[in-house]
């Protein structure tokens, strides 16, 4: 039997769960799928020990509705997993949501039918669900990959990806455990596993640009100051380029003295938060010789932190400047190296040869292991749809359409797919930004859309190839001058262990929240341009 309803959603995190929300207000009948068991989609998954927020609590939760706002208390400025996770819970029972969401159930794909002009959405145990719009709410870091390292499949001891982290109690006590990765997620990690590991052997291939988050609890007399000043809190994060709560200095580092410039870099250094990277002079992200003034800068914090000088040269990236991949954020990270039991291998020097049955085989010693932890990062943003078998008119495939790079119409819609909203989809502004502000945009925008087409009688909506291949320009263009296009990081949709993902190609939109909402702004009221309806 299939199911029919108006919207079928993909994706119970975020994004999915404010869908839901806002289309059920409309009066339309919505099915969400959701691969785990329980809402929160990043935050579901990714319960990894020392997973947590890099944005401040209150800049990231949701902002739409003043109930949600007053009734819940962020105990950190800066919360860990578990309570993210609460709080997803917390809004989905709030709003009733868990009734329209179907748990443990994979997408497999999902074909658009010209006559009918309706979705057809097929489960990987094959049940079928109909509908007029199809929205994917998939995440743009959801599909983890493993190392493409010989043998991961010959280890006897615990491994986990920490995109699946498992939900039992994973103790560290007294084993030799094994870290590769040193993305956000592995400093994260490295840093909470190094304080009871018996051993820790942290394998990396590339060192990132870290900075202290100057995370701290949130007291009994702060909570009500901080309540005060949400209204306040989310129109900065409106105005901010990544929707932060830090918006850039309008001046040019190279235009300040080296002790000028030093100054404003101490202080960021010793601020919460991404400051220093978001809120920080603006050439450094253009201009080589203003982002080696703050490399250099962070280079001399890791030597004044790390005890050993040959393990803290190891720690500073040499391939790229600060901030041009993501930063991750850290707590006693650096000083985690001066600690006995952890070890630092640079693949650079020993190359990790092959996983065995006991641990790692490097090009100079066999290491055993209890556990290895693989913090390998994910298939980025067009990851979540390439394991999506969806077809467009004519039975294309958004995976041929895509095979050369995304194509999309304000990273939302894709031409052909009619009916099809990609929400935090590839060339959307959502994938670089304090991402719930920038899911709320995406989503009322989206339902503004469903609204103006049911208001009307309009059957589908489809953007032209026009507006396609507008949007796809501008996107590379506003990214041109940016420095962080010119590294690889996944960002630019590099992913060592996936073949045929060493070329550059930018999977994000950098012109930034504000430009970004003004556009699609524009098109709606325009009585969206560059669409035909139905
Ligand atoms: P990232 O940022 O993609 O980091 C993955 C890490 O894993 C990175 O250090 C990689 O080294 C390393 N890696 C990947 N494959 C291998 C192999 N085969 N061998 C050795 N090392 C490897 O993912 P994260 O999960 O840390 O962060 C993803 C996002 O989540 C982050 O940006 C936040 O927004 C939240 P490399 O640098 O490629 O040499």
């Known amino acids: 039997m299939t199911e029919k309803f108006d919207v079928v959603i993909i994706g119970a995190g975020i994004s999915g769960l404010y869908q839901l929300h806002k289309l059920r207000k409309l009066g ?28 401040e609590s209150y800049s990231y939760q949701y902002a739409f509705s003043q109930e949600l706002l007053d009734e819940w208390n962020w105990s950190e400025h800066f919360a860990a997993q578990p ?40 489960t990987e145990t094959g049940e079928l669900a109909e509908s007029k719009f199809l929205i994917t709410a998939i995440g743009p870091l959801s599909v983890p990959t493993m190392p493409n390292i010989e043998g991961v499949d010959d280890f006897n ?45 942290v394998f990396q291939r590339n060192p990132n640009w870290c900075a202290p988050l100057h995370n701290s609890p949130i007291d009994d007399v702060e909570q009500p ?45 010793g601020e919460p938060g991404f400051g220093i990277w978001m809120g920080n002079f603006r050439d450094l992200f253009v201009d080589e010789q203003a982002n080696a003034t703050l490399s ?47 070890r630092l291998i640079d693949l650079g020097e020993t190359p990790i040869e092959r996983i065995n049955a006991t641990g790692i085989q490097t090009s100079e010693e066999n290491l055993p292991f209890d556990m290895i932890i693989y913090a390998t990062g994910f298939d980025a943003v067009v990851g979540g749809f390439n394991r999506l078998d969806i077809r467009g008119v004519n039975g294309q495939t958004l995976n041929d359409k895509w095979a050369r790079g995304p194509r999309t119409h304000l990273g939302m819609q894709v031409s052909g797919f009619p009916n099809l909203f990609t929400l935090v989809g590839p060339h959307n502004a959502a994938s670089f930004c304090n991402i719930p502000r920038c899911i709320e945009q995406n989503v009322e925008w989206v339902s503004d859309l469903v609204a103006y087409m049911t208001s009307r009688g ?31 990081s996944w960002f630019n949709g590099i992913n060592s262990n996936i073949p045929g993902r060493q070329e550059r190609n ?29």
């Open 157 to 201: 001891g615990d491994a986990f990806h920490t995109g699946y982290w498992p939900q039992h109690d994973v103790k560290f006590e007294g084993r030799r455990v094994a870290v590769i990765g040193t993305g956000a997620t592995g400093v994260q990690l490295i840093q909470e596993v190094a304080k009871t590991a018996g051993t820790l052997t």
């Open 506 to 534: 930018f999977l994000l939109y950098a012109g930034g929240a504000p430009a970004y909402r003004e556009r699609c702004d524009a098109v709606a009221t325009s009585g969206y341009s560059g669409m035909t309806f139905e």
């Open 28 to 55: 339309l009948s919505v099915r969400v799928y959701e691969a785990g068991d329980g809402v929160g989609g990043t935050w579901y998954w990714n319960r990894y020990p020392g997973a947590r927020f890099d944005s």
């Open 83 to 122: 309570e993210t996770l609460r709080y997803v819970n917390f809004v989905a029972d709030k709003l009733d949501l868990r009734r329209d969401v179907r748990f443990s159930t994979y997408i497999a794909g999902a074909s658009f039918d010209e006559k009918t002009k309706r979705w057809t959405v097929r």
């Open 296 to 342: 250099e800068f962070v280079a001399n914090k890791i030597r004044e932190r790390v005890d050993n000088p040959a393990v803290a040269e190891k720690l500073i990236p040499t391939n790229h400047g600060f901030g041009l991949r993501r930063v991750p954020m850290e707590t006693n990270y650096y000083e985690v190296y001066n600690q006995d039991n952890v």
């Open 225 to 269: 100051a901080i309540h005060a000043r949400y209204a306040e809190v989310f129109e900065l994060c409106r105005n901010s380029h990544g929707a932060f709560m830090h918006t850039s200095d309008t001046r040019n580092a190279l235009d300040l003295s080296k002790d000028e410039r030093d100054a404003v870099y101490e202080k960021l250094y």
């Open 458 to 488: 309009l059957e589908t909506v489809d953007a032209t190839v026009e507006a396609e291949d507008e949007w796809t320009e501008h996107v590379y263009q506003s990214a041109d001058r940016m420095l962080l296009t010119k590294v690889d």
